[in-house]
């Protein structure tokens, strides 16, 4: 999902997720969404892991 970005009243970095309809689904901090995002393996990552072990 896209997520955008705004700054909360104490000027803290903040992810919003909207629907379809535009209302927020989802708010999370950027450390929250960053420390998720990192800990996750990306398509990419995950294709060329397995094109690797297929090699071997």
């Given at each position: ?24 689904v ?9 420390a ?21």
């Amino acid at each position: 999902m896209k997520r955008t970005t705004h700054r909360s009243v104490k000027g803290t970095k903040l992810y919003a997720v909207r629907d379809a309809k535009g209302r927020f689904v989802d708010i999370q901090t950027y450390k929250r969404a960053h420390a998720a995002d990192i800990k996750r393996k990306s398509k990419a990552e995950t294709a060329a892991k397995a094109k690797k072990t297929k090699k071997k």
